[in-house]
């Protein structure tokens, strides 16, 4: 299984930016979607979810109103468009795939970490 993240990078405060996330090697029908970032100091933190089927959603309040997650299934695509960032936006952006979430809210459950990892892209909003 391989999740491949890209899409991260310098913006100025107020700005955009478009987060991807290529899943692949497996069927992802019974699995939460997640994005999660890290501040340098703070702990890993759940942006934003959803399952590969159905219409649930999560959003962690920092980025609610300003943060989109959608997928698309036929790609095997996970997007986070990310609009008028912030300074404290400024993070390591990672997707994350957990089997067997039950909502998107779930893919964050500490006891329950995600099953796969994406490599982390950077994302630097400058004020």
């Known amino acids: 299984v391989q999740l491949q993240a890209s899409g991260g990078g310098l913006v100025q405060a107020g700005g955009s930016l478009r987060l991807s996330c290529a899943a692949s090697g497996r069927t992802f029908t019974s699995y939460g979607m997640g994005w999660f970032r890290q501040a340098p100091g703070k702990d890993r933190e759940l942006v934003a979810a959803?399952?590969?089927?159905?219409?649930?959603?999560y959003y962690a309040h920092s980025v609610r109103g300003r943060f989109t997650i959608s997928r698309d299934t036929a790609e095997n695509m996970v997007y986070l468009q990310m609009n008028s960032l912030k300074p404290e936006d400024t993070a390591v952006y990672y997707c994350a795939a957990r089997w067997g979430a039950s909502t998107a809210g779930a893919v964050g459950d500490p006891n329950y970490p995600p099953h796969y990892w994406g490599q982390g892209t950077q994302v630097t909003v400058s004020s």
């Open positions: 959803i399952k590969w089927i159905g219409d649930s959603t």
